[in-house]
């Protein structure tokens, strides 16, 4: 069949991999995006003693979509006085990074012989903290396109706050480069699944331990001098990533940008309808996406233990994509959690945590790492 | 293929740059700035420069371009936008500027070997992140540290100084 030829070629199949991939990627994701907004609001409501909503579908199960139409068909209202140009796309501004960094994560190991992530890029960390850091303008423009005090002090604080905080998530990722020695993250994974994940080193493909048993599958478990000399530095890694990651998602406790109390909505204030939704979108497709990052530097990515890879066929390779989003899916709701507990900081609080804490700790981390690796190498 | 996105890249990047010095709204001007060195990178990325591309986007378009949108926003940008074309400025800025085109061109049309074709640069088969490393830290490994420590040293300053003054 000459047809078959034709999509089977190098070129031509990667293409049509890739949009197969983007599209399937795209529809999971705003899914997930959709129904953790509908989990924020039924673990709010089981941690406040309440309900929640359950009156669309069962258990409120059809809430997102009811929610959906009625942003969709409320009028997209534009205030007198805004920039409207720059009121228009701020909110694409802040959707379009969110969306953009899930290009490099590996959501899968392969599923009949196709690596399951978009773009296998040389620079996967890099490119999330690039296009991660290019998400500040959507909320910048917002503030100041609104031309109202609210929003603008919304814009400020959370400009301020990202690039306050972005210096710690970039510090604290620099002893997993170390450690791997690499920047790629698919191998990444790829070492977790040899090594044992990150903040739970404790499986080993080969070398020796003095805890160690060893299974059918050959794989090995246990822990050796070096695994557990470089636990330390991993965990400290984890930590401060993971609370800057708070921070960049704008999530309770710092979300400052947009607090209810002080700032009646933050930047996004004055907009209304779809492009309201937008921002919504956009904040929760970040913490996915945060959430996905997290997994693959600190968790293992799509691996668990004694599970084998999708060589091993295609049954595997679905298991692994379920995994991944498992775990995704553990961490968002870790989010959630995080946010019904505690209570927010004051501003000032949060620029003297990320410049005088996290920012000393990632940096100290790092010199850490580099002198166990040292000592190791020896 | 690549030669259409070079042109693509090129052409928006040269029309953002012009449009920064032609905006009168500095908000514009920055953006356009941030959307040329956007195109910059994506120039990089088809010379298989991925490393240097999406450094220039995370440190200028990411980082540097925030801090002064930052700044402008907080400016009066209505007297700014208000202030008149002038047109003496603009005229001698032009023969300047048509006077420094001429020069470039004929100094490089007198460097040796300027018409010369040169082979295009053999692949290494690693990573560009890989090359990059190599290069600085076997050819240029104390330059590279220094630059380092001066960095390192200029972070923990801007830390102190900021303390103190909170005081």
């Known amino acids: 069949m000459p047809s078959l030829d034709l999509f089977l070629q190098p070129e031509i199949f990667l293409a049509w991999t890739s949009a197969l991939k983007t599209v399937v990627i795209l529809g999971i994701v705003l899914t997930m995006v959709a129904y953790s907004v509908w989990a924020e609001r039924k673990v709010s409501a089981f941690i406040q003693d309440r309900i929640g909503p359950n009156r669309v579908g069962w258990a409120g199960l059809i809430q997102p979509i009811a929610d959906g139409v009625k942003l969709l068909l409320k009028e997209n209202f534009v205030p007198a006085g805004v920039n409207k140009f720059y009121f228009s796309i701020a909110p694409s501004l802040a959707m379009v990074p969110a969306i953009l960094v899930l290009a490099v994560l590996p959501f899968g190991s392969t599923l009949f012989g196709v690596p399951m992530v978009i773009a296998d890029l040389d620079i996967g960390v890099l490119w999330v903290f690039a296009v991660s850091s290019l998400g500040v303008y959507g909320i910048v423009l917002a503030g100041w396109a609104s031309n109202s005090k609210y929003p603008f002090l919304g814009g400020i604080r959370s400009s301020s706050q990202m690039i306050s905080y972005e210096l710690s998530l970039g510090l604290s990722v620099i002893p997993v480069f170390m450690i791997t020695g690499t920047l790629n993250l698919g191998e990444i994974v790829q070492y977790q699944v040899d090594n044992g994940w990150m903040v739970f080193p404790a499986w080993l493909q080969s070398g020796a331990g003095p805890l160690e048993i060893t299974t059918d599958s050959g794989a090995m478990f246990g822990l050796s001098l070096e695994k557990s000399l470089l636990w330390i530095p991993m965990m400290i890694s984890f930590v401060v990533f993971m609370i800057a990651m708070f921070a960049e998602t704008n999530r309770v406790p710092f979300d400052l940008p947009e607090a209810e109390q002080e700032l009646v909505g933050g930047y996004h204030t004055e907009y209304s309808s779809m492009r309201f939704a937008l921002f919504f979108l956009g904040e929760y497709a970040a913490m996915i996406a945060g959430a996905g990052f997290i997994v693959t530097l600190f968790l293992g990515g799509w691996s668990l233990p004694f599970i084998p890879d999708g060589s091993q066929g295609w049954v595997w390779g679905l298991i692994n994509i379920g995994v991944f989003f498992a775990k995704v899916a553990a961490i968002i709701f870790f989010f959630l959690w995080v946010r019904w507990t505690l209570p927010r900081f004051r501003f000032d609080q949060l620029m003297k945590l990320g410049w005088y804490v996290f920012f000393e700790v990632a940096l100290v981390n790092i010199f850490i790492t580099a002198g166990i690796l040292a000592y190791l190498k020896s | ?167």
């Open chain 2, 1 to 167: 293929m690549l030669t259409i996105l070079f042109w693509v890249f090129s052409v928006l990047m040269l029309a953002s740059a012009a449009a920064v010095v032609l905006f009168r709204n500095p908000v514009n001007s920055a953006m356009s700035l941030v959307l040329s060195f956007l195109a910059l990178a994506a120039l990089f990325v088809t010379l298989d420069a991925y490393f240097i591309g999406i450094i220039q986007v995370l440190v200028y378009a990411g980082a540097v371009m925030v801090l002064f949108l930052f700044i402008i926003m907080l400016l009066d940008l209505k007297a700014e936008a208000r202030r008149k074309l002038n047109i003496a400025a603009l005229a001698g800025g032009l023969a300047v500027l048509g006077g420094f085109v001429v020069l470039i061109i004929q100094v490089v049309k007198s460097l040796p070997g300027s018409s010369d074709h040169f082979p295009a640069l053999a692949r290494t088969g690693y990573s560009d992140v890989y090359d990059v490393g190599m290069t600085l830290f076997s050819g240029f490994n104390l330059p590279f540290q220094i630059i380092g420590v001066l960095l390192l040293v200029a972070t923990v300053g801007v830390v102190i100084l900021s303390r103190r003054s909170l005081r």
